[in-house]
């Protein structure tokens, strides 16, 4: 398979690269503002960013230098402080929290002990150790609190901290609304991606029913329709919990919206500008996205829906590890990275596409599906509970694909997200589907 290295220096140096790009995006996010915006809570669905920086080297220390290389602990009186069960973002600000020069010289200290570890250590003989995971574990790790971070600098107030080019312009043609995927069995999950996390795990067989599923991720110019039509006044689309969440709040638009007269205009990191029709949604609720379903006559697409249609080949009958085939991302593929900080315009990443047509289906948006998040048969948390399990539930709805702000390293065919559907504030859209038995 490709993408998964073959001997001990390939190994080293695939995790070497991931560990890498995550610490330099790390730094980019928190050296672009001063230290006060560091240890200020921008929000309080938030931690300070100050708190996710020493978080994110007091995991790598846990499960680096104490779990794999068995060394004693570096600071034990700071691990209660960054255990992310033991106290709620709002709550972080008031911990006797390291500064940002503490904080970064504490991180600094442990990658540097870590570089030490990865040149020595054998990457086998354990789980932990088989084909580098530990390592490729706390890069992932990593990349999720950067993109963590990156939610917070969209939520803060004053001038852009942050900027980056748009998204190239990668379209081909006129695109079908919808695309079919036929009915049958295909493989989900993996059994040997080699940094796959336990959520994703086994690789089991599922049979779905034939449906048809958007091309492209629902546009901003599609939900200002569903606005325009009073889709946030009409009850009939809406759940109970959702509507009660829309009349509490005063939701009328995706959060970071505002109407300037007769334009939408929506504020994206520090900027404001005007709403771009041709963008997959973004910032919308699982409850918005389903009420959007429910007015165009549709619904969300199952987990087991979403899957199929990223990675399922028909003429070959297995499961690739992205739409595109099993090479890792490009930039031709897909809008992954922090390269842009922005979704492209639907229909983008022709190469990337499935092999049924169905575009965007890694990175722009993270996609909102209609499913619980729940463990797969035969489903064995590794390394630790709190990763998955403690979450699986009806609380909780699964997310698939990725965001321009997902990592290439935190994201496949495979991977899963969950949150909560009042859910905002992350980088979220969707798409829709129906069943073929409706035709």
């Given amino acids: 398979m490709s993408g998964v290295p073959d001997d001990q220096e390939s190994m080293r140096r695939r995790a070497l690269d991931a560990l890498t790009t995550a610490r330099d995006r790390t730094a980019l996010l928190t050296s672009c503002v001063e230290d006060g915006e560091l240890t200020a809570q921008h929000s309080p669905l938030m931690s300070p960013l100050v708190w996710d920086l020493a978080h994110v080297g007091n995991q790598e220390e846990q499960w680096l230098w104490r779990a794999v290389a068995g060394r004693e602990a570096l600071r034990p009186e700071i691990d209660s402080l960054y255990d992310a069960f033991q106290h709620p ?27 030490d570890v990865l040149e020595s250590t054998p990457l086998e003989g354990r789980p932990l150790l088989d084909a580098g995971f530990a390592f490729g574990m706390i890069a992932q790790h990593e990349q999720q609190h950067d993109e963590t971070m990156l939610i917070t600098h969209q939520l803060r107030t004053g001038p852009a901290a942050l ?55 629902v546009t901003n110019g599609a939900y200002l329709a569903f606005m325009a039509d009073g889709g946030y006044t009409d009850r009939r689309w809406w759940r109970p919990e959702g509507w009660a969440q829309i009349r ?53 697409p199952t987990e087991a829906e979403w899957e199929k249609a990223a990675r399922h080949d028909p003429a070959t009958g297995r499961s690739r590890r992205y739409p595109w085939g099993d090479a890792d991302p490009g930039p031709e593929h897909a809008n992954l990275g922090q390269r842009h900080l922005r979704p492209a315009a639907a229909g983008s990443y022709p190469a990337g596409a499935s092999p049924l047509g169905v575009r965007q289906l890694i990175g722009d948006v993270w996609e909102w599906t209609a499913s619980d998040f729940l463990p797969y048969p035969g489903f064995t948390a590794f390394p630790y509970k709190e990763y998955s399990e403690v979450f699986f ?35 979220s859209g969707f798409r829709t589907a129906r069943s073929a038995e409706l035709d």
């Fill in 393 to 427: 539930g009806p609380e909780y709805k699964v997310l698939r694909g990725g965001s321009f702000a997902v990592d290439p390293v935190a994201c496949r065919g495979t991977f899963r997200n969950w949150d909560l559907p009042v859910r905002r504030q992350i980088f």
């Fill in 248 to 300: 509490e709040h005063d939701i009328g638009a995706p959060l970071f919206w505002r109407r300037d007269g007769g334009q939408w205009l929506r504020r994206r990191f520090g900027v404001t500008e005007p709403v771009p029709e041709e963008e997959p949604v973004l910032h919308v609720s699982w409850y918005e996205a389903d009420a959007y379903a429910r007015w165009a006559g549709r619904r969300l």
């Fill in 163 to 217: 900027t980056a080019p748009p998204p190239p312009v990668l379209r081909s043609g006129p695109l079908p609304a919808e695309v079919l995927v036929p009915g049958g069995p295909f493989t989900m999950g993996t059994s040997d991606e080699p940094w796959a996390l336990d959520n994703e795990r086994p690789a089991h067989h599922r049979v779905v029913p034939a449906f048809h599923i958007d091309t492209v991720p």
């Fill in 89 to 115: 973002r709002a709550a972080r600000p008031s911990l006797p929290l390291l500064s940002p020069g503490e904080a970064r010289a504490y991180a600094g200290d442990v990658r540097t002990r870590v570089l």
